[in-house]
């Protein structure tokens, strides 16, 4: 099979045809039919991220079809139509899995970094970590609520349900799809893009926020709420100083450059800060409960495989507006 593989982190992805994987017990194989790439794939090919499987196929955001499954494998057929997250193995025993944090697992395994993913025509998963997907998706534009979807889920959730005004800092990917979801429940988003980032502002309003701007720009109402998807740590103080008291502010992606220094009256007034780790295989389950009711579409970009560097490269700067997805088929 053709795979776009990560041999050295800081450097370009290498086309190469390697053997398509066989299933164990407990995994099923799938035929790719797309992969979105994540703001988590470039952390890891620029060691953000320091201890990837290598060499690596990266990609977790995989939708595809199921082709054959392992002996110990029940829930799933051949010829079921999957997605894959980042997520990818818990060791259900460790104290986190024990007591329903099975996103902190000590033993966690994660789908395109320390096991093989989707940047290829074919993957194997462990089939307790596939989401059974029903007709609608199969759809290469529906790659990234795999994880932009799943993880942007999980951020919005940790909020409060008495918030109404929310802020989201960086208006990529998990963005464009979660603001989807807040506006259906009535909530109203305030967008920050980077200063001057017209283009992106303009999608975050056909997205249906109420409001976008530069992340260096005051919002015309004080947030109740904030998540921040852009990587930059800087954002941290601002946001503060963004939300009213009491607020939340909830850090959305695995890795942020470092936080600078702030003074106490930012953090005052009961304001909090969390971190996302990860998702749960039952943030899956009630994301997808929940599109059942609210009409949610990408905005999507497609590459074929052997463009993912080029791709990669245009997410690194800027240039795509919602989400990019290879296309295998």
């Avoid at 194989?29 to 470039?42: E, F, N, S, V």
């Avoid at 025509?121 to 759809?139: I, M, P, S």
Wanted: glycine share 10%.
């Amino acid at each position: 099979m053709n795979a776009m593989i990560l041999e050295a982190q800081k450097k370009p992805l290498v086309f190469k045809k390697v053997a398509i994987p066989e299933p164990a017990d407990d995994e099923v194989q799938i035929k790719i039919k797309a992969c979105g790439i994540c703001r988590t794939d470039l952390h890891v090919m620029d060691a953000d991220l320091t201890s990837p499987k290598l060499p690596l196929i990266m990609g977790h955001e995989i939708t595809g079809r199921v082709t054959k499954i392992g002996k110990a494998v029940s829930g799933l057929q051949v010829d079921d139509f999957v997605g894959v997250p980042w997520l990818g193995y818990t060791c259900g025993k460790c104290k986190f899995c024990k007591r329903g944090q099975e996103n902190l697992c000590d033993y966690a395994r994660f789908t395109g970094y320390t096991i093989n993913g989707g940047y290829a025509e074919y993957t194997v998963a462990n089939a307790r970590f596939c989401f059974k997907l029903d007709g609608k998706y199969d759809d290469p534009s529906s790659a990234p609520l795999m994880c932009a979807g799943l993880i942007g889920f999980r951020s919005y959730h940790m909020i409060s349900t008495s918030a109404k005004n929310i802020g989201l800092y960086g208006f990529g990917a998990a963005a464009h799809i979660i603001t989807q979801v807040a506006v259906a429940q009535g909530k109203k988003i305030f967008a920050f893009t980077r200063d001057g980032d017209t283009r992106s502002q303009e999608f975050a309003k056909k997205m249906g926020a109420a409001w976008a701007g530069g992340s260096g720009e005051n919002p015309p109402e004080k947030l109740d709420a904030a998540i921040i998807f852009a990587a930059a740590g800087e954002l941290v103080p601002k946001t503060l100083q963004d939300v009213d008291k009491g607020g939340e502010v909830i850090c959305g992606g695995i890795h942020m450059s470092g936080i600078p220094a702030f003074s106490y009256d930012l953090l005052w007034g009961e304001r909090m800060i969390k971190s996302v780790a990860n998702l749960t295989r039952q943030d899956g389950l009630d994301f997808f409960d929940i599109l059942k009711d609210v009409p949610v579409k990408t905005q999507t970009q497609f590459f074929k495989p052997e463009q993912a560097n080029e791709a990669l490269d245009m997410f690194r700067s800027g240039k795509i507006t919602g989400a990019a997805v290879l296309v295998m088929e």
